[in-house]
């Protein structure tokens, strides 16, 4: 019994000393009583990444248990473990030509296919891709999935999500053009949302958006949430989605017109989890939606969010900070 309790206590020792801890920031505001079933009182953002230029795409990989991200500015893809912290995973991540360019070159958005194969947003390269190397053994190798529209090269594919049905949906705003909208390599007029079917086929959704950004798909997958970063129009749309591979009954579903400028952000990356809870990112931090769309909270930040991302059990999300990357435990 004696052995027992000391083996216990060594153990517990051990643990507490290797177990790393990270300095916290921000707050949670919580604005109706719902919020503290999704997010335990006295959770806090924690820092594990620092030291990038700006950080997006976070993509949480449960079989390697280690969260992707991009550095778009860097052209590189870090992971992070809770072993080793963040790592170079792989670059170049969006930009492969020899040719000297400026602007937001990497990849951007992040997600896996149905077979599991990471799925990127080039800025550079101005494409949909795979990359062709399995996820523990990274390479830059990629294929097009698609990279125009009858002919015209897409502007910046920006964040991208697949259906149950394989189907690709992704936003192509001009941020990763040098110039942006005054680029003379921008090829289409406006900033489309579109998607791929399995055949290959582009199909364009809508081109109304000013600013496309960030991009799901809710439970049911009949109605999808667009973010427009354009400070001119900061909201989050909603389109119910036609048998035909159209959107129908546009809406504004949220807005942050009037929104305090001195905080940082705009309507940006997107997750929902698996009861409609929506984390949007948006002006100072990450804006929390039920089912319904009632605003019931706010994961408050100083620095700018681009996106967020779940860990497999929903009870954990991350998220992408400008310089930093955050991890909030939601829950034990």
Aim: aromatic residues 10%; glycine residues 8%; hydrophobic residues 35%.
């Amino acid at each position: 019994m004696k052995k027992s309790i000391l083996l216990f206590l060594i153990v517990a020792i051990v643990s507490c000393q290797t177990k790393k801890s990270y300095p916290t920031t921000g707050e949670i505001e919580r604005l109706d009583p719902s919020l503290d079933s999704i997010i335990s009182a006295g959770a806090k953002p924690e820092i594990i990444a620092d030291g990038l230029d700006w950080s997006e795409g976070p993509l949480w990989v449960e079989k390697e248990q280690m969260l992707l991200f991009s550095d778009v500015p860097q052209n590189t893809i870090y992971k992070w473990t809770e072993a080793k912290g963040k790592e170079i995973y792989l670059t170049p991540s969006g930009y492969t030509d020899t040719a000297k360019r400026g602007g937001e070159t990497g990849s951007n958005g992040l997600t896996l296919d149905n077979n599991s194969n990471l799925i990127l947003c080039q800025c550079g390269n101005r494409q949909i891709a795979r990359m062709d190397a399995p996820l523990n053994a990274p390479s830059a190798k990629f294929i097009s999935i698609a990279n125009s529209y009858f002919g015209k090269k897409f502007n910046s594919p920006n964040d991208v999500i697949y259906n149950k049905e394989g189907d690709v949906f992704f936003t192509d705003p001009p941020y990763g053009l040098e110039k942006n909208m005054e680029d003379p390599k921008k090829e289409i007029p406006f900033q489309g949302v579109y998607t791929i079917k399995k055949n290959g086929e582009v199909i364009l959704l809508t081109d109304s958006l000013t600013r496309p950004n960030g991009i799901i798909l809710l439970p049911g997958e009949k109605t999808i949430l667009i973010a427009n970063s354009d400070p001119e129009k900061p909201n989050w749309y909603a389109f119910d989605m036609n048998a035909n591979d159209s959107l129908i009954n546009g809406r504004i579903f949220y807005s942050t017109a009037g929104y305090d400028k001195s905080l940082k952000g705009l309507p940006d990356g997107m997750k929902v989890d698996k009861s409609g809870n929506i984390f949007a990112t948006g002006p100072g931090g990450v804006w929390i939606f039920n089912k319904t769309g009632k605003l019931i909270g706010k994961i408050k930040v100083p620095e700018a969010t681009s996106n967020c991302a779940f860990s497999a059990d929903e009870k954990t999300l991350y998220i992408t900070n400008d310089m930093y990357v955050l991890r909030l435990q939601m829950r034990k």
